[in-house]
């Protein structure tokens, strides 16, 4: 079918400018399918069709020259030794270089070689390649610059019942999990459909976490193995003892029996520093520590009594809540308590009153937070109460530093492993301190509020620029501080090394000011009370004679007042029956006289 349109047009109109307006569609023409092609039409829903949105780019192919690789072999001697002699054999070795230290062009060999040695080394002296000239000016800028912190990530509890993140633990090997232990604290108070698990996070996947472990109850605290990250220890509500594998799975690859087991929450759990990199120790607020082997957790391998008295007798031990153990001091560990005490134990002691060294006490309520400064071991922190203190082993009646007291309460806290002079603090009201004693004693050096709930536990990261912090309602934060918190600034060991020394003095002064006055007191007491005794001795039948006298004569005195005071009263009115009442009020004042007078005749 041929198609023929005809435009017409006025010869007035050519080349003139288009004037275009909006009209209404009008349809041209209809071309009807052809039936025959209509039946084999197929309909397609949903339609899917892939398209790339990419730039176009060309490919070229050359040929280049193929690279070709050859295997040799070389012969190596340990040290360059001959092949008959040993280098392991200490004899061997020294009657060989005895034999080539007489040979005539031995020296000669060593004063060419030392020419081309001094060479180098003065080049090297010149100018070092691999060395850093400005690492002071590089540290200033930094000290210079404005504190900061903020929020890289939250981990939110996935449960619907929310609890409290209790502990962090940071992965051992290059920190890029976070492990989180889950309870509810409150006594009594915990859902009975809330769940028991926690879990471990992966930093960089927030929505979901890698793993979860399920406990037989709720875990309080949680710990990574220093020597082997897959395995991880946790001390559960109950007072069990609970150990997982990573590579098992999420159930408990050993736990401890009930029987002897903690009775209350295991709020501190800790590895020690062992050749087997098994062996752990745990406390609990029923006044207990025990030591573990994971090998064999039927039963503890050791168990020590917090009883300050060192008696060994568990109804007078102070609840413990938290723990510190320092590798260095493989021997020493220290534990705060519920009664704000902090007791110092040796482990490797033979009796029990040796084991328990000293204690330190300052706190008003429990201690939650316990570790040493990673710089300078004598001196720890505590967390309790409203605020944090600093203390010094040699300095045992008094902290040598102390914040001051919050509105809030102080929940936990740790020293920065970067730097010697700073350390974290959480609190009630949702609050991060930050703390440089070196650049200011009396306020944080920056306060970072997170979260409108409380804040329940705090774990800094290894390299100092990352500190992860739970709450109440299981969201744990992850904040990243700046360069000038977790940088070692120039001469800060020298400046904290001398305030902590300054201030251990300064405490020493005062303690031996304090004792002192004490002796002096109990003196002057004792010889009161000596003086007291022997007055008493000489004069007690005296005494005793005197104070009859004085008791009779207030008798007497008080009964003659009364007595004039009744008869002033009597005769201003007569009684109905005719018979004044001084009368009868005098007869009585006569009696009452006579009564009292009766015992003193005697």
């Known amino acids: 079918?041929?198609?023929?349109?005809?435009?017409?047009?006025?010869?007035?109109?050519?080349?003139?400018?288009?004037?275009?307006?909006?009209?209404?569609?009008?349809l041209s023409i209809?071309?009807?399918?052809?039936?025959?092609?209509?039946e084999q039409f197929v309909i397609r829903d949903p339609v899917d069709t892939g398209i790339q949105c990419s730039y176009d780019m060309s490919e070229h192919e050359v040929n280049t020259e193929r690279f070709e690789m050859e295997t040799r072999g070389i012969n190596h001697l340990e040290g360059g030794w001959p092949k008959d002699v040993n280098p392991q054999e200490l004899e061997q070795t020294i009657r060989f270089r005895k034999k080539v230290e007489k040979d005539e062009n031995y020296i000669?060999?060593?004063?060419?070689?030392?020419?081309?040695?001094?060479?180098?080394?003065?080049?090297?002296?010149?100018?070092?390649?691999?060395?850093?000239?400005?690492?002071?000016?590089d540290e200033v800028e930094v000290s210079d610059e404005v504190l900061s912190a903020k929020t890289i990530n939250v981990f939110r509890d996935p449960h619907e019942i929310k609890r409290t993140a209790t502990h962090l633990s940071w992965h051992p090997d290059a920190n890029r999990k976070l492990a989180v232990a889950y309870s509810c604290l409150d006594f009594q108070r915990a859902d009975v459909n809330m769940s028991y698990d926690s879990f471990i996070w992966d930093l960089e996947n927030p929505n979901k976490p890698e793993l979860i472990l399920k406990p037989s109850s709720p875990l309080v605290t949680l710990e990574y193995n220093p020597k082997d990250s897959h395995v991880l220890i946790g001390g559960c509500y109950n007072g069990q003892i609970a150990c997982w594998d990573t590579r098992k799975g999420s159930l408990v690859a050993e736990l401890s029996t009930i029987e002897f087991s903690h009775r209350d929450p295991v709020f501190g759990a800790l590895w020690l520093q062992s050749k087997t990199g098994t062996e752990c120790f745990s406390a609990s607020t029923d006044g207990q520590v025990m030591w573990w082997d994971i090998r064999k957790m039927?039963?503890?391998?050791?168990?020590?009594?917090?009883?300050?008295s060192r008696k060994g007798v568990l109804e007078n031990a102070l609840g413990a809540i938290s723990l510190e153990f320092e590798p260095t001091m493989p021997t020493k560990f220290m534990v705060g308590t519920e009664q704000g005490v902090v007791i110092s134990?040796?482990?490797?002691?033979?009796?029990?009153?040796?084991?328990?060294?000293?204690?330190?006490?300052?706190?008003?309520?429990?201690?939650?937070?316990?570790?040493?400064n990673p710089f300078y071991p004598k001196n720890f922190l505590t967390v309790g109460d409203w605020t944090a203190r600093i203390w010094s082993e040699e300095s045992r009646e008094s902290c040598i530093m102390w914040t001051k007291y919050h509105m809030a309460y102080v929940t936990d806290g740790a020293w920065s492993p970067q730097r010697p002079a700073v350390f974290f603090t959480t609190k009630m009201d949702g609050t991060v301190d930050i703390w440089d004693f070196v650049f200011k004693q009396s306020d944080p050096a920056l306060s970072l509020k997170v979260c409108d709930e409380a804040l329940f536990s705090l774990k800094v990261q290894?390299?100092?620029?990352?500190?992860?912090?739970?709450?109440?309602?299981g969201t744990v934060t992850l904040l990243e501080v700046s360069p000038g918190l977790c940088t070692l600034q120039r001469n800060e060991k020298n400046a904290a090394s001398s305030i902590f020394e300054r201030e251990t003095r300064r405490e020493k002064i005062l303690e031996a000011r304090h004792r002192e006055m004490r002796l002096k007191e109990k003196g002057k007491t004792e010889?009161?009370?000596?003086?007291?005794?022997?007055?008493?001795?000489?004069?007690?039948?005296?005494?005793?004679?005197?104070?009859?006298?004085?008791?009779?004569?207030?008798?007497?005195?008080e009964t003659k007042r009364k007595g004039a005071t009744l008869k002033k009263a009597g005769s201003k009115r007569d009684d109905e029956d005719g018979k004044s009442l001084n009368e009868e009020d005098e007869i009585e004042y006569n009696e009452r006289q006579e009564e009292a007078e009766e015992p003193a005749k005697e």
């Open 1 to 26: 079918m041929e198609i023929v349109y005809v435009y017409v047009k006025n010869r007035s109109e050519f080349g003139k400018q288009c004037n275009f307006s909006d009209r209404q569609a009008e």
């Open 30 to 38: 209809d071309i009807p399918p052809n039936p025959e092609l209509m």
């Open 108 to 137: 000669n060999a060593i004063m060419q070689l030392g020419y081309v040695m001094e060479h180098c080394i003065k080049q090297n002296n010149a100018i070092d390649i691999y060395g850093e000239y400005f690492d002071e000016e």
């Open 298 to 308: 039927n039963e503890p391998t050791e168990v020590l009594i917090m009883d300050v």
């Open 345 to 372: 134990c040796n482990r490797k002691a033979k009796t029990i009153a040796e084991k328990i060294v000293c204690t330190f006490s300052g706190h008003h309520g429990p201690i939650y937070a316990l570790q040493r």
């Open 462 to 473: 290894d390299n100092g620029c990352f500190l992860a912090c739970g709450s109440r309602l």
């Open 527 to 557: 010889v009161r009370e000596e003086e007291g005794e022997g007055e008493v001795k000489i004069n007690q039948e005296e005494l005793l004679a005197l104070t009859e006298k004085e008791f009779f004569d207030i008798i007497n005195s």
